[in-house]
């Protein structure tokens, strides 16, 4: 997995989110107080403007207190009977057909299947789930107020508050309990796709020449278009190597004068591993201290690049380096970005090498070799028992680890050729969680999403006609997949400029690269984008970004989904859920059939 920016710590992050929250309520509170006064004061007068303003505050610290459980859950039953009359489960049938033909498009051959199909599960998940929500909560009390189903509910004791409350409560448990079945059927297909075991071809076993073990090397039968080497001991156990993502156990079995060998079911396909992350530093070319590397001209400024064949070093610092917590030596492992001068041969990875190094002594080892490449995870085992550069003995916790901490030092080895990297692209797997509560969590991440669909879909649909409310809700859900485009553009930081600019260069065919020439059009088109771009800025600031809540990367490459993103993402759609619910409630209550 290749992260995009460094993961942040709740604890750092909740105070100047509620900070932050807090202020947005607060400004668009005095926004709404000061246009609603106006308004009330131009139809009424500024005596009879503030009354009305006045009544409405009162009012709505009293629906606020009064606000009663036991109609919220009435009214959400009332969601629930009509989302199940509505055939909701018809996106559950959906989903099944999805899984059972799921075969006929993914590619068995892949790589790393693990990957492929956890991507697939939970994206497809996701996605359906969320037109689900958008739907159900778009549509549902436009048709009620049509079809004046709703005046049997507000001549009732029934607040506008708990209203909104109990749609949103109401279709969350629908996409609940779809979301619980999916993830269930989910996690079954993914497994037995995943299963396989295979048979070590006997004939093929021969002596490892020169192997003072006395072991055996062969290969495996074929199984889901792949097979794998092995290696077996004297006392029939051994291992195959890594294909696909993962390896297997194998055993002797002994059946009177006759050896079977029996091949485990697959390791290391379905993991959470937990990352252990360190500062990073630089140095550059000569050798001196920098806080970046090199930029190759890429436009994501996340990685920065060490070059190759000189004194150019990215450095992580470890902390918290003890025998008890690694007591075989470090699992390193590394996702690091290549950057070719030239292209040489493509299927060649480019030469790097690790040196560990005491922080206080400078005392280092021996170099340790690896060859990078593109989008793949590196495992380098660092052992306890080293060497120095002159051959003498080193021992990692007695000689380079002090206070706990230890050096990490990178190197690109080939000459015009550089290695990107950040903080989280080489870490040390300091332990394997749960892949079964990895893959809940991630599931947690699309009930996050499904909420905030569905409070969006109420409070718009307070104010707006059914196929409206789903257009803004739409509108909202991709504004907030594609946040980071829209920022990007906004600030320039990817080229083509905005949307005139943009339709100006398709209809000449231009490329993005060409700059527009100089003079009054130019200037009217950049000044129409910018006033377009600040707007779509301010629009999108508002709105959620839903990418944060979406864990699938985490989940398909085998990593632990950090419990500090997971607070975040519950907070952080709690304030979403609260905001959506205090502006339906506010439309609502103006709205005649709620007086």
């Known amino acids: 997995m290749v992260l995009d920016s460094d993961p942040v710590a709740f604890s750092n992050w909740i105070v100047p989110a509620l900070l932050s929250f807090l202020t947005s309520a607060a400004t668009l509170c005095a926004v709404a107080l000061v246009g609603g006064y106006l308004i009330s004061a131009f139809r009424y007068g500024p005596v009879g403007g503030g009354d009305v303003i006045y009544r409405m505050v009162l009012g709505g610290v009293r629906d606020l207190i009064a606000l009663s459980p036991r109609r919220i859950l009435a009214l959400a039953w009332l969601a629930v009977q009509e989302s199940l009359r509505r055939r909701v489960l018809v996106g559950f049938g959906i989903f099944l057909l999805i899984l059972l033909f799921a075969g006929w498009f993914l590619d068995t051959q892949s790589n790393d299947p693990a990957t492929l199909y956890l991507s697939f599960v939970l994206t497809a998940t996701t996605y359906l789930v969320l037109l689900i929500a958008l739907f159900l909560s778009a549509f549902s009390l436009p048709a009620d107020i049509k079809n004046h189903t709703i005046y049997t509910i507000v001549t009732k004791p029934v607040r506008s508050g708990e209203i909104v409350l109990g749609r949103i409560v109401g279709f969350a448990v629908i996409g609940t309990v779809l979301l619980a079945v999916m993830g269930l059927f989910s996690y079954v297909f993914v497994i037995r796709v995943l299963n396989h075991t295979h048979e070590v071809d006997v004939a093929s076993l021969r002596p490892v020449p020169n192997d003072p073990n006395g072991d055996r090397a062969g290969r495996t039968s074929l199984a889901q278009n792949h097979r794998h080497t092995l290696k077996i001991g004297p006392d029939g156990t051994g291992s195959t190597d ?184 080489l870490y040390l797997r300091s332990r394997d969680a749960s892949f079964t509560l990895n893959f809940i969590k991630s599931y947690l991440g699309i009930w996050v999403q499904m909420l905030l669909v569905t409070s969006l879909g109420v409070m718009f649909s307070t104010f707006l006609s059914g196929p409206v409310a789903m257009m803004a809700t739409l509108a909202s859900l991709v504004l907030g997949f594609k946040a980071q485009f829209v920022l990007g553009v906004a600030k320039g930081a990817i080229e083509g400029g905005g949307p005139v600019e943009s339709f100006i260069r398709i209809v000449k065919q231009q490329n993005v690269t060409t700059q527009l020439e100089p003079g009054l059009t130019t200037t009217v088109v950049k000044w129409a984008d910018s006033v377009f771009m600040s707007f779509m800025t301010a629009i999108t600031g508002l709105l959620p970004n839903f990418n944060q809540f979406s864990n699938v990367s985490y989940v398909a490459h085998g990593f632990d989904i950090p419990p500090d993103a997971v607070l975040v993402q519950v907070f952080s759609a709690a304030g979403y859920v609260i905001a959506a619910l205090a502006i339906g409630y506010l439309f609502l209550r103006t709205r005649e059939v709620a007086r």
């Open 242 to 425: 890594m294909v696909q993502g993962h390896f297997h156990e194998v055993t002797a079995q002994e059946s009177g004068d006759k050896t079977t060998y029996v091949v485990g079911p697959p390791q290391g396909l379905l993991t959470a591993r937990v990352p252990a992350y360190g500062d990073l530093r630089f140095k550059d070319r000569a050798g001196k201290a920098s806080d970046r590397g090199i930029s190759v001209g890429k436009e994501w400024k996340y990685h920065s690049y060490v070059e190759g064949a000189t004194l150019a070093k990215a450095i992580w610092t470890f902390s918290d380096i003890t025998p008890e917590r690694f007591p075989d030596g470090l699992p390193v492992e590394m996702t690091i970005r290549v950057f070719r001068s030239y292209k040489g041969d493509i299927e060649k990875g480019i030469r790097g090498s690790l040196v560990l190094k005491n922080p206080r002594t400078g005392r280092a080892s021996d170099e340790k070799f690896f060859i990078a490449k593109d989008f793949y995870i590196d495992f380098l085992k660092i052992p306890r028992n080293l060497t120095d550069p002159t051959g003498k003995p080193l021992d990692l916790f007695d000689d380079l680890v002090s206070d706990g901490q230890v050096e990490v030092w990178m190197q690109c080895l080939d000459a015009s050729q550089y290695l990107g990297v950040a903080k989280g692209d």
